[in-house]
């Protein structure tokens, strides 16, 4: 939520890749409807932004649809539903949807952290 508060456009690519292999981390092992797909989007934008040259227009297509599942899973999460929800619109609104986005199945199939088991 502080990077979108201070603006995404604002936030080096390196540093919006470390926070999603901590989002990735966080997700590997949740079992809610739509969490995969939320891991596989942030699998493809962790990719965007670990290229010299990203794809803007991927991007902001991506952070708009991890806004939308975001919001719609957030129902589900154990005392975060506010926080989840918040997120999930703020990255809705920060995105552009474009409904022909191409699935990148690579980059869902490797995460680049899994949790650690305790």
């Given amino acids: 939520m502080n990077a979108i508060n201070r ?21 590997a092992e949740i079992d809610t409807v739509g969490a995969k797909g939320i891991l596989r989007d942030l699998g493809s934008l962790r990719k965007q932004l670990e290229r010299d040259e990203p794809d ?7 952070i708009h649809r991890l806004g939308v599942a975001t919001t719609k899973i957030a129902d589900k ?6 926080k989840l929800k918040a997120l999930g619109e703020a990255l809705t609104e920060a995105g552009e949807d474009q409904p022909d986005e191409e699935e990148d199945t ?4 490797a995460p680049k952290r899994a949790r650690k088991k305790a």
């Fill in 7 to 27: 603006g995404l456009d604002g936030t080096k690519p390196a540093k919006g890749a470390t926070m999603i292999e901590d989002w990735e981390a966080a997700l």
């Fill in 56 to 62: 803007a227009d991927r991007v902001h297509a991506l």
């Fill in 77 to 82: 999460a154990d005392g975060s539903q506010e």
């Fill in 106 to 109: 690579v980059a869902a199939a």
